[in-house]
């Protein structure tokens, strides 16, 4: 892997964290007031549809010659993990705690790609990365710590409704961790978009399974005319990052692109100052946690 294909490699991953982190902002609104399990369904098909549109200016029938049935697996594997399945958690995980702490548990994901790629991609980590991520975990720590959100309290909003917030966005990160590795194997061997396409309906049709199957609140009623506008908004968010999140893959490491992502915190944090100063409270130890975990980036794509 040269300097130059590494160098581009870093500067997608970079585009992507960037799209994502105002991807937050924009959830964050369409979730007011409306079932999360739709919400999730409802964009994740838009931003498919979107996808697939830029696709079918990028690609042809040749990109798919001499795609295996190993490749396709691994996109529907990552369609049905990193989309389907994680996002619903993690769009539960923002509307419970609210993004400042959701979204740093669920970028912990780095460390669970680390390891799968040193036995799936044959990929060696350096001590830097280990260096990196250990840092990017102090600054972690430090923002779960911090004090809780200004969002008011409902009576459904108690403990145990608060904890299955902090719950799914561990198990976000988990599904997150290994897709990365899906991601990588099957843009490897098959257009970056394509893959992205092909994944992003196997999520909006598993989105849409579990909103079907779902009896709870999340699920119930019907998307307030006002969310749509939010939900297109993040919609195409996703669509330019999803795809170069993807192109990074083919020509950095696998942990290298998503300890990338890891640094949206510092730009979710400005966003929420912002935006959401009425429902975030942002406090110095949120910030230094933010700052200790891009330092922690920093050290890893170095």
Same mark, same amino acid.
């Given at each position: 892997?040269?300097?130059?294909?590494?160098?581009?490699? *870093?500067?997608?991953?970079?585009?992507?964290?960037?799209?994502?982190?105002?991807?937050?902002?924009?959830? #964050?609104?369409?979730?007011?007031?409306?079932?999360?399990? #739709?919400?999730?369904?409802?964009?994740?098909?838009?931003?498919?549809?979107?996808?697939?549109?830029?696709?079918?200016? &990028?690609?042809?029938?040749?990109?798919?010659?001499?795609?295996?049935?190993?490749?396709?697996?691994?996109?529907?594997?990552?369609?049905?993990?990193?989309?389907? =399945? +994680?996002?619903?958690?993690?769009?539960?995980?923002?509307?419970?705690?609210?993004?400042?702490?959701? =979204?740093?548990?669920?970028?912990?994901?780095?460390?669970?790609?680390?390891?799968?790629?040193?036995?799936?991609?044959?990929?060696?980590?350096?001590? +830097?990365?280990?260096?990196?991520?250990?840092?990017?975990?102090?600054?972690?720590?430090?923002?779960?710590?911090?004090?809780?959100?200004?969002?008011?309290?409902? @009576?459904?909003?108690?403990?145990?409704?608060?904890?299955?917030? /902090?719950?799914?966005?561990?198990?976000? +990160?988990?599904?997150?961790?290994?897709?990365?590795?899906?991601? #990588?194997?099957?843009?490897?061997?098959?257009?970056?978009? !394509?893959?992205?396409?092909?994944?992003? /309906?196997?999520?909006? $049709?598993?989105?849409? =399974?579990?909103?079907?199957?779902?009896?709870?609140?999340?699920?119930?009623?019907?998307?307030?005319?006002?969310? /749509?506008? /939010?939900?297109?908004?993040? $919609? *195409?968010?996703?669509?330019?990052?999803?795809?170069?999140?993807? &192109? !990074? &893959?083919?020509?950095?490491? $696998?942990?290298?692109?998503?300890?990338? =992502?890891? $640094?949206?915190?510092?730009?979710?944090?400005?966003? %929420?100052?912002? &935006?959401?100063? @009425?429902?975030?409270?942002?406090?110095?130890?949120? *910030?230094? %946690?933010?700052?200790?975990?891009?330092? %922690?980036?920093?050290? *890893?794509?170095?």
């Amino acid at each position: 892997m040269n300097l130059e294909s590494n160098a581009y490699g *870093v500067l997608l991953a970079s585009i992507a964290s960037t799209s994502w982190a105002v991807f937050v902002y924009f959830i #964050k609104r369409a979730l007011m007031n409306a079932p999360v399990l #739709k919400v999730t369904a409802a964009m994740t098909s838009v931003n498919a549809a979107l996808v697939t549109l830029i696709a079918i200016f &990028f690609i042809s029938a040749e990109d798919f010659r001499g795609v295996t049935a190993t490749t396709l697996t691994f996109a529907f594997l990552a369609g049905f993990f990193h989309i389907g =399945i +994680s996002r619903s958690f993690y769009y539960r995980a923002i509307h419970r705690i609210g993004p400042n702490r959701s =979204i740093p548990i669920a970028l912990t994901y780095p460390v669970i790609t680390a390891v799968g790629a040193s036995f799936m991609l044959g990929e060696t980590p350096t001590i +830097s990365i280990f260096t990196g991520l250990a840092i990017l975990l102090v600054g972690i720590t430090l923002i779960v710590q911090a004090e809780p959100s200004r969002e008011p309290e409902t @009576e459904a909003q108690n403990a145990r409704w608060k904890l299955f917030g /902090w719950i799914s966005a561990a198990v976000t +990160s988990l599904l997150w961790g290994v897709a990365a590795v899906f991601f #990588k194997k099957a843009s490897m061997n098959l257009h970056p978009l !394509a893959t992205a396409a092909i994944a992003l /309906w196997v999520g909006a $049709a598993t989105a849409s =399974i579990l909103m079907a199957l779902s009896r709870g609140e999340e699920s119930r009623g019907s998307i307030p005319a006002s969310a /749509w506008r /939010w939900i297109f908004a993040a $919609a *195409v968010c996703q669509a330019i990052a999803v795809p170069l999140y993807n &192109f !990074a &893959f083919v020509h950095t490491l $696998a942990v290298r692109v998503t300890a990338i =992502i890891s $640094a949206q915190p510092l730009i979710v944090l400005a966003l %929420g100052w912002l &935006f959401l100063r @009425e429902m975030e409270n942002i406090t110095p130890r949120l *910030v230094l %946690g933010a700052l200790l975990t891009v330092a %922690g980036t920093i050290i *890893v794509i170095t």
